[in-house]
Antibody
Framework: QVQLQESGPGLVKPSDTLSLSCVVS?????????WGWIRQPPGKGLEWIGY???????HYNQSLKSRLTMSIDTSRNQLSLRLSSVTAMDTAVYFC???????????WGPGRLVSVSS | DIQMTQSPSSLSASVGDRVTITCQAS??????LNWYQQKPGKAPKLLIY???NLERGVPSRFSGSGSGTNFVFTISGLQPEDFATYYC???????????FGPGTKVDFK
């Protein structure tokens, strides 16, 4: 059973850096898959952040690219996300997910709510 | 960039109803279109991938069709657990990225 679990601070101050991890269990992250980050502001729709493969190839959402860093650690079977210079607009539930056929996301973490506030 | 429009934005239905949601792409996306169900406080759940393929474990009352620019998602016989928000999602590799539709909220009539 593939499981993903996001973790990280739930409250970040404006202008600081948001850091999240996503641990994958039941599946080797080094298998040939892409892994994605998606976020959802409270009461709003879904926005993709970026996706990364086990070799570290990365594609970022252009609107976030200048502030984003994603990485993958195959030894720990986990993904990481860092978003710098955050504002209240970055308040959202952040999800990690496994990408599969036709660019679909078949397994998701439960999500981590990150609030940006002083 | 490809734009995805989804309609309706919300609908009210009763148990047993047939529900149809449409998703339209601003240009040809072949069959790179997926459908998700999301309940409050939960992660989205993949229902349909590649426009018409039912994800394993998903009840057969859910179906999808279409290709190119016009896609349809259908629930044949709405069940109480189906009241949720539904999203279409497109993947493109040129340039690489995803686009989610704005969502359709299905609530109880």
């Amino acid at each position: 059973q593939v499981q993903l679990q996001e973790s990280g601070p739930g409250l970040v101050k404006p202008s600081d850096t948001l850091s999240l991890s996503c641990v994958v269990s039941g599946y080797f992250i080094s298998s040939s898959n892409w892994w994605g980050w998606i976020r959802q502001p409270p009461g709003k729709g879904l926005e993709w952040i970026g996706y990364i493969d086990y070799r570290g190839n990365i594609h970022y959402n252009q609107s976030l690219k200048s502030r984003l860093t994603m990485s993958i650690d195959t030894s720990r079977n986990q993904l990481s996300l860092r978003l710098s210079s955050v504002t209240a607009m970055d308040t959202a539930v952040y999800f990690c997910a496994r990408m599969l056929r036709f660019g679909s996301f078949d397994y998701w973490g439960p999500g981590r709510l990150v609030s940006v506030s002083s | 960039d490809i734009q995805m429009t989804q309609s309706p934005s919300s609908l009210s239905a009763s148990v047993g109803d047939r529900v149809t949601i449409t998703c339209q792409a601003s240009q040809d996306i072949d069959k790179y279109l997926n459908w998700y169900q999301q309940k409050p406080g939960k992660a989205p759940k993949l229902l349909i991938y590649g426009a018409s393929n039912l994800e394993r474990g998903v009840p057969s009352r859910f179906s999808g069709s279409g290709s190119g620019t016009n896609f349809v998602f259908t629930i044949s016989g709405l069940q109480p657990e189906d009241f949720a928000t539904y999203y279409c999602q497109h993947y493109d590799n040129l340039p690489p990225g995803f686009t989610f539709g704005p969502g359709t909220k299905v609530d109880f009539k």
